[in-house]
């Protein structure tokens, strides 16, 4: 359970080849983008749903539950994005996950139990729609939109599949995508050689568990800041409309 002696020589080696950290920050700016982009529209397309008020709502709730049970699938979803001229870029990866269904509808059913007469009495003091929602529901809600926040920068940390089908340049990958290469990949031959560094200190394994570890900390070290935020959240949006 507890290393014999513990040596930094694999992390050294990861630092120094850099491609690693490069794939670190192309995943940083997915991550942070895309949770960014997901969260304004999961707002902007819950709060009008949560209005019993709102004019084919109905329909409009069944469309979206339409997407949620049934898919185009992978090849009509490459060939669109490749007719957009979009292959090679993140906006590839960004456009088509702008919304979750199932967060959404968490996060409408959280609006719902939020109570009607704060809005009305707003309204009475001459406040309109984007006053109410900026100042008063945004607000309330934050426990909710931290969870969600949460699950949308986790999927996006650990997003692979779509950056291996419409990413092409190496310099773009995720970090995901990099770990697979250089757990699949890694050799004796590929570890560079250098003083105090020998065959029992820097081995394949070792680098493989290095890249591990060097790509779940940052992500797992988010969790004790938004923990309370996260049960609190989850478990209101699932109880109540």
Known sequence: MWPIEFNWDAY????DDGQLIVAMKNTVLMTVVGTLLNM????L?????????????SIMLQAVLFTML???GMIPHFLLINSLGLVNTYWAIWLPALISVYNMFVMKSFFEGIPAELEESASIDGANEWVLLLKIIIPLSMPVIAALTLFYAVGWWNSYM????YIRSTDKMSLMVKLYQMIDLVSPEMLRSGEGVTEQTL???GIRAAAIV??????LSVYPFLQKYFVKGVLLGSVKG
């Not at 779509?162 to 089908?165: F, P, S, T």
Request: proline residues 8%; glycine residues 8%.
């Open 162 to 165: 779509n950056v291996l089908i």
């Open 40 to 43: 304004v529209f999961t707002i």
């Open 70 to 72: 049934f898919g185009g």
């Open 214 to 219: 060097f790509s779940i900390i940052p992500i």
């Open 203 to 205: 081995t394949p394994e």
């Open 45 to 57: 397309a819950a709060y009008p749903l949560s209005k019993s008020r709102l004019r084919g709502r």
């Open 12 to 15: 050294r080696n990861l630092i």
